[in-house]
């Protein structure tokens, strides 16, 4: 009874799992979850063999199961891609197993996950490469992370503000009530924006037009994780104007 509920489980799950012949790698089995994202009814999908379902060869299929084979690992995790019914091809993490002759697999689709890290990465690369100083900072206002731009504006290196507080960088010939507002925002938890006077680490100063604004938590409570800060050198402007 216990195995009966426990193959019910398995046959329900959402993930994929195939059970597979170790020694011809032809599928005996697959779930309801298998057989949803690959698009097949049961007995089409039982009529394939690993590889089949693989964008590989049954010789690269077995050199990545080798290590089940031979003894080394008992467990092993690669990265797939299988291809559905109708030709289309999405990514699994692939993990497998061998069991009394034959290989258990379970294949969790990460399709959201990667296009969820392409569009971190495009946006990373749109931060970093942004000609406009990029600053997040903690509720505190000590500086996480700053893009290239703004490392050029100031004159420093790497992590070399790292870890300071963005207010370190202002000047006294700042307004002394626009450093109070900003510092205000910060412990607020508010948006601010506004001229600051601030100093590079040559000595040198200059003006920069600054954008702060709260990046709320995924929480329940909405709480203000980090600032994002935009900062723009006005150095000439503020010449032009006096």
């Known amino acids: 009874e216990q195995a009966q509920r426990f193959g019910r489980i398995l ?18 089995h697959a779930n309801r979850g ?4 690959l698009h097949m009814e049961a007995e089409k999908v039982e009529q394939l063999t690993l590889y089949d379902l693989a964008c ?11 290590p089940l084979y031979d003894g080394r690992m008992v467990q092993i995790e690669f990265e797939e891609w299988f291809k559905r019914d109708d030709g289309t091809v999405y ?35 749109a931060v ?3 000609p406009t100083g990029v600053v997040i900072i903690d509720n505190h206002g000590l500086i996480e992370y700053i893009n290239q731009a703004y490392l050029d504006m ?7 503000m790292t870890g300071r507080n963005l207010v ?16 205000e925002a910060i412990n607020a938890q508010d948006s601010w924006r506004g001229e600051l006077h601030t100093r590079r680490k040559d000595g040198t100063t200059i003006w920069e037009y600054v954008i702060l604004s709260p990046i709320l938590g995924e929480s329940e409570k909405k ?9 723009e050198d006005i150095t000439v402007r503020k010449e032009y104007e006096q």
């Open 128 to 130: 970093e490469q942004s």
């Open 223 to 231: 709480d203000v994780q980090y600032f994002l800060v935009m900062l």
């Open 56 to 66: 590989h060869d049954e010789h690269t299929m077995r050199q990545q199961l080798a």
């Open 11 to 28: 046959d329900e799950s959402v993930n994929e799992i195939l059970w597979v012949d170790a020694d011809t790698l032809r599928i005996m």
């Open 168 to 183: 370190d960088f202002i000047t006294p010939q700042s307004p002394m009530s626009r450093t109070h507002q900003l510092q």
């Open 91 to 125: 990514p699994v993490d692939m993990r497998a197993q061998l069991l009394s002759g034959t290989l258990m697999i379970l294949a969790i689709d990460v399709s959201e996950r990667k296009k969820t890290a392409m569009q971190l990465r495009k946006l990373s690369q």
């Open 34 to 37: 298998a057989c949803h994202n």
């Open 154 to 160: 100031m004159g420093y290196e790497g992590g070399e």
